[in-house]
């Protein structure tokens, strides 16, 4: 069973796909939204399993989000606001006296957002991860933005996520204590000769469906995802909607063994020659 949404707008599309896989219930949570003066946002979030209430801490993370954000200070406190109303989902007290964290509320959050007076930025906190994607000469290429919050390497536990008490700060310490990892500018370039751009956000459900079966005595490290979706694309995926669609039918051939959530923007480098049309 999967659900999904979808809008195009000159030459930017954007669009998502969540898919419940195996589990009886889906626990994440996406957005992809397109504004009248091209500016973009996706996002997704992914409730963590074995916490309480997954399901509605992705909810809350995604409804935190505005529409548009332009600027770091903006995504920053995105990102602040959707702790808040993540951590607000356990009851009275809940930190002052909880033994264990892993009985709190919790979700990870990526949003990628593009404007035209502060071009891109990419914001992530957990194991969901954004993916950098280019067309060249009908070929696709691809980079990989981060590394998941993971205490040990790809499949350890998570050392960021939303829902940790605390609060939020007004501002960033610049090290790895920040509560998120965010990038813009030169590190979000695809190259000049570039003829399509694509940001693809993978639930954790997803990114390791397509990687597991890499290497046979130990699972393959989440560095070589860019380069399995940039080998399952083709030349004609054109749209949001045709990326995400071949990346998760790609995790399904593999075998989904959790919620599986992609939300992708793409946007043509060259002028677009047809009228621009909302889908």
Same mark, same amino acid.
């Given at each position: 069973?999967?659900?999904?949404?979808?809008?195009?707008?000159?030459?930017?599309?954007?669009?998502? *796909?969540?898919?419940?896989? @195996?589990?009886?219930?889906?626990?994440?949570?996406?957005?992809?939204?397109?504004?009248?003066?091209?500016?973009?946002?996706?996002?997704?979030?992914?409730?963590?399993?074995?916490?309480?209430?997954?399901?509605?801490?992705?909810?809350?993370?995604?409804?935190?989000?505005?529409?548009? *954000?332009?600027?770091?200070?903006?995504?920053?406190?995105?990102?602040?606001?959707?702790?808040?109303?993540?951590?607000?989902?356990?009851?009275?007290?809940?930190?002052?006296?909880?033994?264990?964290?892993?009985?709190?509320?919790?979700?990870?959050?990526?949003?990628?957002?593009?404007?035209?007076?502060?071009?891109?930025?990419?914001?992530?906190?957990?194991?969901?991860?954004?993916?950098?994607?280019?067309?060249?000469?009908?070929?696709?290429?691809?980079?990989?933005?981060?590394?998941?919050?993971?205490?040990?390497?790809?499949?350890?536990?998570?050392?960021?996520?939303?829902?940790?008490?605390?609060?939020?700060?007004?501002? @960033?310490?610049?090290?790895?204590?920040?509560?998120?990892?965010?990038?813009?500018?030169?590190?979000?370039?695809?190259?000049?000769?570039?003829?399509?751009?694509?940001?693809?956000?993978?639930?954790?459900?997803?990114?390791?469906?397509? *990687?597991?079966?890499?290497?046979?005595?130990?699972?393959?490290?989440?560095?070589?995802?860019?380069?399995?979706?940039?080998?399952?694309?083709?030349?004609?995926?054109?749209?949001?909607?045709?990326?995400?669609?071949?990346?998760?039918?790609?995790?399904?051939?593999?075998?989904?063994?959790?919620?599986?959530?992609?939300?992708?923007?793409?946007?043509?480098?060259?002028?677009?020659?047809?009228?621009?049309?909302?889908?």
């Amino acid at each position: 069973m999967s659900e999904r949404g979808q809008a195009s707008r000159g030459p930017a599309s954007v669009a998502w *796909i969540s898919d419940i896989g @195996p589990r009886d219930e889906n626990q994440d949570r996406a957005t992809a939204h397109l504004s009248d003066d091209g500016s973009w946002l996706v996002a997704v979030a992914d409730g963590l399993g074995g916490h309480p209430r997954g399901a509605e801490a992705a909810s809350a993370a995604i409804e935190a989000l505005l529409e548009r *954000i332009a600027g770091f200070a903006e995504l920053w406190s995105a990102f602040g606001e959707a702790n808040r109303r993540v951590a607000d989902l356990a009851p009275p007290h809940f930190y002052e006296t909880a033994s264990r964290i892993t009985r709190a509320p919790a979700s990870t959050l990526c949003v990628a957002a593009w404007t035209p007076e502060d071009g891109l930025l990419v914001g992530v906190t957990g194991d969901t991860l954004p993916v950098l994607l280019w067309s060249e000469g009908g070929s696709w290429h691809g980079r990989l933005l981060c590394s998941p919050d993971r205490s040990q390497g790809d499949f350890g536990y998570l050392t960021r996520h939303l829902g940790q008490s605390g609060g939020w700060r007004d501002e @960033p310490l610049n090290t790895e204590f920040d509560p998120m990892q965010w990038l813009a500018g030169a590190d979000l370039e695809p190259p000049d000769m570039a003829d399509t751009m694509a940001v693809a956000i993978l639930s954790d459900g997803v990114w390791e469906a397509l *990687i597991r079966e890499l290497h046979s005595d130990e699972p393959a490290p989440a560095s070589v995802l860019s380069e399995v979706i940039a080998g399952c694309l083709d030349p004609g995926d054109d749209s949001a909607e045709a990326v995400a669609e071949r990346i998760m039918n790609a995790a399904r051939e593999a075998v989904l063994d959790d919620n599986g959530t992609i939300a992708v923007a793409h946007v043509a480098v060259a002028e677009p020659t047809s009228k621009p049309s909302d889908a």
